[in-house]
């Protein structure tokens, strides 16, 4: 592990001698994030690279202690050219001067030496040092713009770059940011075999990924698809003499930059899609539109609804932009036939969790989330006709 570890954190770049102390974000959702990125500055004495910050904080998200990382990072060659053949007195002068700019105080250098002589590791005292008041005052890492939203709706754990999950009772969430980590978008190609969502996601390497448009047995897709700018199911799909949509199916779709083309509402009859649309899937019904729920515009949400599979509680999926366009909420719901959400209360938990727009999307035995491929949903007992996945980037760029 520790052999690994060291050809890992051989870093190439060259520190300099004096590093100005700078202000960033945060680029992962760990709550430690800012803490490592201190860490890093701290012992190497310079900002991070995009390198070694990507590993580190990759592997602050596997789960080891910043004070496991803090001796790992003193393994590498870098750290031991620095610090070589100092003493107790002079590792203390030193890390003074490279982590406070400034000379020791008396009672401090007396404080320190102590701990030292006592048996403290150096590792364990310049994580002491990052984490201290007068550090994080010149070196004041903040989270990024995603990461106080997800925060403000609930937290979670950070799972990938820019991808951070979180649980409430039956309800599976991942929070996505499309500003900055989002590599591409990919749905099921048309006439592809049918398949669970975790082997979806697993074979095309997809951070993310949830089972997209409700189908048939017998090829009967509602709503487009979109692949790779390829249209294909819904009001197209004449081969085997479908006439139309679900009366309220609403499309999905992203542009090649990432980002979400507003979903029209649900119902809104096309025999073309967006040209800017190069990936889509479709759901039914709208869940909530303009930031309001879809019952706010006389569409019965509730037990009202002539649709048992708008009324009845069930396992389900959903899939909403936040109004910035910048984050995206994918849901999956655990349940059965009378056990899980009703689309009402999939509804008003997807303009909870901050959802402009939302859709629903095939549930019941097709409802899954996969993160990393891995069903954390638990739920999916079926192989689906479509689903669709992101792929996220590094956590510092």
Known sequence: MLTTLLSIISFTHKATAETEFISSENTSCHPEAGNLLRLYQTIFNRTPDKDGANYWLEKLDEGPTLKSISYWMFQSPEYKAKYKGLDNKQFIVKVYRNVLKRKPDTGGYNYWLNKLNRGLDRSELVLLFSNSKEFRTHFPYTKNSFCAFVDKHGGGKSMAPGVVYQQRGRAHIAFIDLENRVQRTF?????????????????????????????????????????????????LNTDINQSGDHAYTSLFGFSADHKVIAPEWHGYTSKTVNPKIVSAISGHPTLVHGSRLASAYQFELGPRSSDPTIRTANARSAVGVTYDNKKLIMVAVEGSPGVGYTALELAQLMQGLGSHYAVMLDGGGSSALAINGTDVSKNQVRIVKVNFGLRTGNYYE
């Open 187 to 235: 749905v099921t190609p048309e006439n592809s075999s049918l398949e669970n969502t975790a082997a979806f996601a697993k074979r095309n390497k997809l951070t993310v990924a949830m089972n997209g448009n409700w189908f048939g047995d017998n090829g009967w897709l509602d709503g487009f698809a979109v692949s790779n700018k390829n249209v294909y199911g819904g009001s």
